[in-house]
């Protein structure tokens, strides 16, 4: 249903540009010969029905259709970029649970039952401040200071490793800290409950009762919140991208929506769509993992 | 609704954001009129020039200054803020309310679009739509607007949804109100707080995907510009000076945080409902102090638990309260005791105390606390071998089977990580030991059974699972908490004889707990009766029918009909209300409920009294003839 919803709006949103498409991209000044046979070539002369049972076809063979500027195959300039953006975002992720679960852990054990009030209160007020600035203003922030200011790391393209330091980072910091406040609170509520207690009753060790008691427990709901903010991290890649001019699909995406490069568009949308899609399903299957109910269910 | 308004400006976060945003506000309204010539002046001497006292922000590439451009560009960011955001709430009010109104087939259509589409990322959507509708200021305002609709249009169904389920939205259906009326008279007027919630945060959103629309240059054009337009200008001359970038960063920064402050202090006092004014408890400060009893039944070194002046203290709004209020027992080895007492007399606390379950913020105090000759009050010398004794020789079953084990733990590694941790048994034989445990508690199949999840046990199953788990062990005592109180009437009795059979071949003590006097009297040698936070009388199950002397536990005897029935809630009957930890009154607690109490009882404490063939009681007028008020005479 999603990846239907998501093919046709890809396919929809090029009939939806108020006017002519096609006379946008090439500007007022085209020639009208040119246009029409853009048009043509585009098979946007065709009925709908036609055109969407075409797109489709094509989407299945890989065919994304070919940029109006530039002549090349969208899926190529695609498979080109993608590593790019996809390595950031899996990298951001990475960083961000690495750092978001432990922290929430830490912070739940340190401050449960109203104990280390400023710990709490400084937690609570970094987290919500951190989580609340965009990911692009982090990475500005970032490059003011550690590219600009100390020289630490590039300002911005994609060359060695470290090059990815300040892109992962100004992508990580925001989602590890709403993360991490979901990990604490959740953490918090499984802490309280009588499986806990009885592991308590049953004179664990502390690291044991949290780790392999409470953990696993708060983790099955973070999951669900948490693929929301991964999502959007990918989404983010779009923005940070640019602040690092990032050789990705989020600088592709936005070059071809000024340039009017509608079949870029398209097949950009698609990926990142795609792109959510999976990961939606990567946490409904670590769920169901995770829930022994629900893997009863499913055999 | 005023008075609402005023306490969240009291609260500190609300405070914080709604002056933020007063001041956003305020520069968007003034700032163009007061330096939007200031922010146009083309300084051509001081072209893209770092911060200086003359320009604090530095300049442009046409020496404008930026900190005046950065205060004048509130308004358009704050217009175009609140046009999407209105636009938002409008299609996301439509949507959210169209599967309520049109119902049916189309209802459900709608219902599942929006769920499409909010599995999808803000950002994205915007995009689309940004494509769709142009690049500029008014086709972002369309892009972002739809792109919120999506996740308020669902809030707004989940919250219809849990309306239109009440009684008086049904009876105005019933009555044939038609459906636009029941949505805008009865409905909506009841989601609009969570709703004004959640586009207050929402607004904070919208700010910074204008600011990112912008920032990519799909936003706002030149000549006109907001905050991302400028961090967009500011990108390129970062190397020159970060703050043309980052000043109006922190703006959008600022503003995005005034609204979700404010957002959270509305969430936060629409959330507490609680009335503020409290009633005057009183607790008692001057604690008579509790006569030592000597357990003289059984020789003290013959004690599995010893436990002399317990308390529980839990810190209060008006001072500390005490649930347990000097507590002193003996258990002696193989012992069978029982603690009975009416919900809020501190038996539980009692038995979680002991085992070492209470935590922060309640503290526990007492003069004497050993289990097995171990002193538990002092911090043991290490922690790993006393972890190891109670691991092993103190079992407890809790009340309620369902939520006790870890749902995501397979039966048999919960009963044998004990074994690991605790005896040294490696996987193998920890896991044999686990699955011999569940044999001994007679559960069928345990091989297979040990590899299930809790949920795939009966709660009966789960809790012989439970005294499984104390039998990884060698238990001396079991401590049971209302061990059957969750489970069906046919199981109790079949879990309660396990226990027995349990005690008898290992020979371990039990402490039962329940406020059931017939569970007692059929598995206990002795009952201690708990009422307010004390024992008031501890005597032999034998007695407790016919030589019961304190008025209470006459009661109690008395409001079950006969000692063998089952019965679901037996103490219902006894007339009056048991007494609030908080406010324990001088003298006898029981006094307002006691037909024998005196004078003397409303002003004097009785203390814990030895009496004949090793009883405890804690009475002015025990022994005294008394015509217990029966169920039926009360009812009379
Ligand atoms: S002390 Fe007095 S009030 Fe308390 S139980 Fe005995 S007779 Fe009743």
Known sequence: MSLWVLVTVSFLMIHLVPGDPVRAALGMTAPTELVEAKRQALGLNDPLLTQYVHYLGNLLHGDLGESITTQLPVSE???????????LAVLAFLVAIAVAVPLGVTVAVATRRGRRRRTELAFAGGSVVLGAIPDFLVGVALVAVFAVGLGWFPVAGRTDASSYVLPVLALAIGPAAVLARIVRVEMLAVLETDYVRTARAKRLPARRIYLRHALPNAVTATLTLGGMLLASMVAGTVLVENVFSWPG??????????TKDYPVVQGTVLVYGLGVLVINTLVDVALAVLDPRSTIGEL | MSQR????????????GLSLLSLIVLLAVFAPILWGDKASVVDTENLLAGPSAQHWFGT???????????????????????????????????????????????????????????????????????????VGARGAVLAIGLAVAPGLARLCQTL????????????????????????????????????????????????????GLSFLGLGVQAPEYDWGRLMQDGLSGIFVHPLAALGPGIMVVLAGLAFNLTGEAIAGVFGI???????????????????????????????????????????????PVRPVRGVSFGIAAGEAVGVVGESGSGKSLTALSIAGLVEEPASIDARHLTFCGTDLLEEPASGQTRDTLL???????????MTSFNPTMRIGAQLAEVGRHHQGLDRKKASARAVDRLRAVRVRDPERRARQYPFEFSGGMRQRAMIGMGLMGSPRLIIADEPTTALDVTVQSQVLALLQDVRREEGAALLLISHDVSVVADVCDR?????????????????????????????????????????????????????????????????????????RCREQDPTLTAGPGGSRVACWHADEPADVVTAEEALA
């Open chain 1, 249 to 258: 699909l989020g600088s592709t995406i936005v070059q071809s929506i000024v």
């Open chain 2, 5 to 16: 308004w005023i306490r969240i400006v009291k609260t500190p976060v609300g405070l914080v």
């Open chain 1, 77 to 87: 300039t695609i498979s080109q970029r993608l590593p790019a953006t996809a390595s």
């Open chain 2, 160 to 211: 219809v949804a849990g309306v239109t389920g009440l009684e008086y939205v049904a009876a105005a259906r019933i009555t044939g109100v038609n459906r636009f009326r029941i949505m805008a008279r009865h409905v909506l007027p009841n989601v609009a707080e969570p709703l004004i919630v959640n586009v207050t945060i929402t607004a904070g959103a919208i700010l910074l995907s204008f600011a």
């Open chain 2, 391 to 401: 691991g092993t020789s103190l079992a407890v079953v809790f009340q309620d089977p």
């Open chain 2, 527 to 599: 009952v201690l009766v708990m009422y307010a936070g004390r024992i008031v009388e501890d005597l032999p199950t034998a007695d407790l029918r016919t030589r019961a002397r304190h008025p209470y536990t006459r009661a109690l005897v008395a409001a079950v009909p006969a000692m063998t029935t089952d019965i679901d809630t037996p103490l219902a009957t006894i007339p009056g209300h048991p007494v609030e930890p908080a406010q324990v009154p001088v003298g006898c607690a029981y006094a307002a409920r006691c037909p024998l109490a005196t004078v």
């Open chain 2, 273 to 319: 409902s609680t009335p503020t004014g409290t009633g005057t408890l009183r607790v008692p400060t001057d604690e008579t102090p509790v006569t030592d009893i000597p357990h003289d039944h059984a020789a003290d070194g013959d004690l599995v638990l010893d436990v002399r002046d317990l308390s529980v203290t839990f810190p209060g709004a008006n001072g």
């Open chain 2, 60 to 134: 442009d590439n046409l020496g404008r200054d930026l900190f005046f451009r950065v205060l004048v560009a509130t308004r358009l960011s704050l217009t175009l803020t609140l046009v999407a955001t209105a636009l938002g709430t409008v299609i996301g009010l439509v949507l959210g309310t169209a599967p309520e109104l049109l119902g049916g087939r189309l209802g459900r259509l709608v219902t599942a679009l929006v769920n499409v589409f909010v599995a999808f990322p803000g950002l994205l959507l915007v995009l689309v739509f940004a494509v769709i509708f142009g």
